[in-house]
């Protein structure tokens, strides 16, 4: 069990902070994301924030603390990762990589402390072009497949009586319904922009997706629940064909790291299958 320290960070105000940071000589840039430090700043709001160290001391990634009375996250990146954004000269990685992540926040955050100038060169290269590729046909086909394979896998189970597999229905359902947020996006090739955002997203584009999501999580009843589930599963894989029809037979393929995939795969996947099943 890892051990906790307790922070005296939550006694300073952010500004304290960031003034210490960039007193360590660790420490690299200091870049502020999401509302922190923005007039969009409100009293729920939480602190979020990059650090770039010119080494990692130890592997970290994530602290979360206390600054000023507000919860925090802290994110930390190291020297190289910022230098071998300099040096691209194509497309990141999906948003959904680390270094895509790290892009995005460069495009959109605030910068509080720059030694080197390193962050600085690196959000005006990626806030002068498209430098994060949307999402690739790959990506589009795993998530269409996952959809149906959930859809699939929980109806099976809700046809048995034992409890255990009703159980598991409702388990089930936990991730499935937030799995469907990450799949609308997906084979809309939108950004990811968090809950929040995509909740912004559905009240000003698609408000009847949002309620129906509503409806089918307040739901207590599962067998109310999984045809609303269905229905959300149908709404989200829409622009990619929707639902498998009854006995329908799908192969899940491995998407190369850019997401491409060649247009003869599926058919060849499936043309294997049946060849091995055939007399």
């Known amino acids: 069990m890892a051990s906790t320290i ?7 105000t952010l500004d304290d902070v ?3 940071l960039a007193r360590h000589l660790a420490v690299d840039g200091v870049l502020l994301i999401g509302s922190t430090g923005q007039p969009a700043l409100t009293p729920a709001s ?7 160290l010119n ?3 130890a592997p970290i990634h994530v602290a979360l603390t206390y600054i000023d009375n507000r919860l925090t996250d802290v994110i930390f990146f190291s020297v190289a990762a910022v230098e071998r954004i300099l040096s691209q000269e194509r497309l990141a990685d999906s948003v959904d990589t680390l270094e895509g992540k790290l892009i995005r926040w460069l495009q959109a955050g605030q910068i509080a402390f720059d030694r080197a100038g390193r962050l600085g060169e690196a959000q005006r290269k990626v806030q002068s072009g498209q430098w994060l590729r949307t999402a690739g046909e790959g990506e589009i086909y795993a998530a269409w497949f ?3 394979y959930n859809v699939q896998q929980t109806r099976r189970m809700l ?20 799995d469907l ?5 997906r084979v809309r090739r939108l950004p990811w922009d968090g809950e929040k955002g995509a909740i912004r997203y559905f009240l000003a584009h698609d408000p009847a997706y949002l309620d129906l999501f509503r409806a089918c999580l307040a739901e207590p009843d599962r067998s109310r629940k999984v045809p609303l589930y269905e229905q959300l599963a149908a709404l989200t894989l829409a622009p990619v064909g929707g639902l498998w029809p009854d006995g329908a037979t799908a192969i899940q393929l491995a998407v190369d790291a850019d997401g491409a995939l060649a247009s003869d795969a599926v058919p060849a996947a499936l043309a294997f299958w049946e060849s091995l099943v055939a007399d």
């Open 55 to 57: 080494e990692m001391p």
């Open 181 to 185: 947020w990450g799949s609308y996006f």
């Open 146 to 148: 996952s959809v149906n």
């Open 18 to 20: 960031i003034s210490r």
């Open 159 to 178: 046809s048995s009586p034992d409890p255990v597999y009703l159980w598991a229905v409702d388990f089930r359902l936990l991730y499935q319904l937030t």
């Open 6 to 12: 307790i922070s005296c960070s939550n006694a300073l």
């Open 46 to 52: 939480d602190y979020d924030m990059i650090v770039v």
